[in-house]
């Protein structure tokens, strides 16, 4: 718990803003992974995330920032959580 509270002290933050299932804002990004127009692989402050969806596009990429903008029609947003530690998940399968 106590780590926990550090992590988050060390975050610029973290929010996602989807706009008509078309428009998805990310802030805390770190990095991406991967992403073609089905789907878009990144590193948030507080874990990896996958968006997939039809023709998607990175509108916007400031690593600076920590933000980006992908538009398109989106599916879905998955986080990865390391807590479960069940199976590799779908990020394992993603980077084979």
Do not use: C, P, Q, W
């Not at 780590?3 to 060390?10: D, F, S, Y």
């Amino acid at each position: 718990m106590a780590e926990e509270r550090r992590i988050l002290a060390n975050t610029t933050g973290h929010s996602v803003s989807m706009d008509n299932r078309e428009r998805l804002r990310i802030s805390g990004v770190v990095d991406v992974y991967g992403f073609d127009d089905t789907y878009v692989a990144l590193e948030t402050e507080l874990g990896k995330m996958l968006v997939r969806g039809e023709e998607l596009k990175i509108g916007k990429l400031s690593l600076e920032h920590h933000e980006l903008v992908v538009t398109g029609f989106i599916y879905s947003l998955e986080y990865d959580d390391k807590k479960k530690g069940k199976g590799k998940g779908v990020f394992a399968s993603m980077f084979r």
